[in-house]
């Protein structure tokens, strides 16, 4: 009896073993599905871009920036020294003088260091690199709004609307904006990281936080968007008395004290200076920032601020700031689609990507430009995609669906024919009378060994 009496607990512990490791059999498989069907959704996302962005792969690099930074590498035998100095691109023509940018990108002025000493100046390796690195970010944001939303069509819409876009283009064609995708990588993997679907989040782990915003940081200078939207979202997503939500709050705001101090140490009493072209009112262009009356700089900071977190929701300025509105099969699209989703009723994703778009738009005060959209325009597809509007309308989910995919077919017209625009333009530069303006231009910066390696492997392929 008394035998009888102990096997029977060990007999339910067994039970209970069994259990859990049905479970996490189970568990697994549904991990395993749910792994393969990504697997169509990724093929044709893969075939669109490559549809779209193959062109890009045989882009010449004959542009000032592209000749800039591979005289940079060229001449630098430790590639490590990009982590105390300037990326390698030094002063910049603006206007009619020269200006520092202070521009601190070592992992972007490392990857092409490393792709010089075993490719030369082919342009293929990075455009390839630069091109998966966007392919990937659309996959990550496809999973993500896949498992905030719930509905794969739109998920795949989604992420074809962030893959083939005017905003995402520069990023994932031009070499030197590289760094805007290894940012867009970071944020995404802790968004990936944070939430578990429409209406939670998960535990943050602070020492991944910490990874992902050196990353950013090393990336761009924008990376400060990853360090201090942890601090927001940790702030809103987690409650008080989480440990974890007070620990990743000191490593944000350490990661950032130790950013903004390097900096300072590096380059010294400025720790930022960009000053761009750009508009006033979306009608008075300028040169040069610096160069306005007091009074309009500051004017021009807000301008940008509110066109920078505008723009994905309203895309009806060109690339620096002007209105246009040349494009009515993106921006009629994108406002249907934004109608479609607005409400007051916000869940915590939507949330989220409305912190980007605002952190982004404050990071980013001194400048419009296309390429700074990048991110905003994830965080809009993510906003899309999450909404509890699309699940309980079905009018509003078929006008939605509707307005994304017109909003992808015009988009791959648009790009299309840029990126067409940009690849004869390039061959067309390799020509003395070009290239001797560059180097005039910039006659300490560009190698002309440099010049003569792109002029040898791609001139007469014009």
Sequence with gaps: MTGTLNAYPSTRAAHGLRAVLYRRVLEGRDSLLSDRSIVIPAALLLFLGLAVFQKTLWFVPGEADDLRILSSVSRTANPLSYF???????????GDKYEPRNVYRPLHSLSIWVGYRIFGVRAFPNQLLSLLLHFFNVLLLYKIVQKVGG??????????????????????????????????????????????????????????????????????????????????????????????RNKTIVASLMVISAYLILRLMIFHSVIGSFSESGYIFGVRA???????????QLWALVENVIKNFLATLLPVFNNSGGLQLSHPMIWIPTLLLAGSVLSFKLT????????????????????????IQYIPLLAFCLFV??????????????????????????????????????????????NNKHLSTIIEKYPDQ?????VEQVLDRYSDRK
């Design 446 to 450: 560009i190698s002309p060994q440099v």
């Design 84 to 94: 105390g100095t300037d990326w390698g691109m030094g002063l910049y023509h603006q």
């Design 348 to 371: 915590l994703p939507q949330k989220l990507s409305v912190i980007i778009l605002v952190l982004n738009s404050g990071i980013h005060s001194q400048i419009f430009r296309y390429r």
């Design 151 to 244: 509905d794969a069509k739109l998920a795949f819409l989604a992420a074809a609307v962030a893959l083939v876009s005017i905003y995402t283009a520069s990023p994932a064609s031009w070499v030197s904006d590289r760094s805007t995708l290894i940012v867009g990588l970071a944020l995404l993997l802790f968004l990936d990281h944070l939430l578990k679907d429409a209406q939670s989040a998960s535990e943050i782990r602070p020492w991944y936080i910490v990874l992902l915003s050196v990353i950013a940081l090393l990336s761009k200078e924008g990376g400060l968007i990853v360090p201090f939207f942890a601090l927001f979202a940790s702030v809103l997503c987690l409650p008080s008395s989480n440990r974890s």
């Design 385 to 430: 995609g999450a909404s509890p509007m699309l699940r309980e309308h079905a009018s509003r989910r078929f006008i939605a669906q509707g307005a994304a995919a017109l909003l992808v077919v015009g988009s791959i017209f648009v790009v299309n024919q840029y990126l067409q625009n940009h690849w004869l333009t390039r061959y067309q530069n390799l």
């Design 286 to 296: 300028y040169d040069n920032w610096a160069s306005l009356p007091r009074h309009l």
